[in-house]
């Protein structure tokens, strides 16, 4: 049997309670369950168990060297349903200091962020396979920057996802 998709990721972080307090505030991450200096959370539209968890590691912990001095994960990327969503992340993530970038990628929308230890993560919606015009398909052909209000214009506000 196949794998069919993830289901969740966990993070070692400084501070568990203080990731989940930004995943919670900014992102709408809801509390799964905890452990003695662990956290667990659920995506706001998930029925996963748990989408995330973070393990506390402690504050004196090195910034992470992946991608530039080790191998690691680069970030995770959360699927929104609309355009609407991805706005609306947009304005949490600049209210909170944490946008870091904003990529159109053709076949997909993305917002970048980074957490409170500086882990980058992406939300990001994908164009519905019928809406993409030529040359879109490829997501490695068209990386440019994300012009949303433009994207909302063309889409919409609420064309779902999975249309």
Partial sequence: MPIVRMNHAVLFVRDAAKTASFYRDVLGFRDAFG???A???QAPGSKNDHDIAFF??????AQ???????VGLYHIAWEVESLRDLRDYREKLEAAGKLTGAT?????KSLYGSDPDGLE????WPVPEHLLKDGERDARATIKRLDLDKEIARFGL??????
């Fill in 35 to 37: 452990m003695e200096d």
């Fill in 39 to 41: 956290l667990f959370m």
């Fill in 56 to 61: 506390s590691v402690g504050e004196t912990a």
């Fill in 64 to 70: 992470s060297a992946a991608g530039r001095e080790t």
């Fill in 104 to 108: 159109d990628h053709g076949s997909t």
């Fill in 121 to 124: 993560f992406e939300i990001m």
């Fill in 158 to 163: 609420d064309t779902k996802a999975t249309a």
